[in-house]
């Protein structure tokens, strides 16, 4: 089994810069592909970015690509997500998961989850 639990969302305004962080316990995820996901109010949960377990190179959706920047630390297990220039359209529940597929990028790709953490844009 694998844990995942993330931290570092919150209120914030348009413009701020957050970095969410994902902590995962139980079985290593060194070799597994991780990704974030977001939620916004009423639609569905959307690919966000994904990184490698082994080679670490990563891939963002085309609505975040230049904002968002994904790196893992496996020495501390954990995965990050730094987000600049956040916008209200940002506002979301960001969930990070871990996946077995090393180009994973739908949800139903992914095998464990984590509970998420609320990013509040306000404009």
């Known amino acids: 089994q694998v844990q995942l639990v993330e931290s570092g969302g919150g209120l914030v305004q348009a413009g701020d810069s957050l970095r969410l962080s994902c902590a995962t316990s139980?079985?290593?995820?060194?070799?597994?592909?991780m990704g974030w996901f977001r939620q916004a109010p009423g639609k569905e949960r959307e690919f966000v970015a994904r990184i490698t377990g082994i080679v670490g190179s990563t891939y963002y959706a085309d609505s975040v690509r230049g904002r968002f920047t994904l790196s893992r630390d496996n020495a501390k297990n954990t995965l990050y997500l730094q987000i600049d220039s956040l916008k209200p359209e940002d506002t979301a529940v960001y969930y990070c998961a871990a996946s077995r597929n090393t180009l994973a990028t739908i949800r139903s790709e992914y095998d464990y989850w984590g509970q998420g953490t609320q990013v509040t844009v306000s404009s």
């Open positions: 139980g079985r290593t995820v060194r070799g597994y592909t």
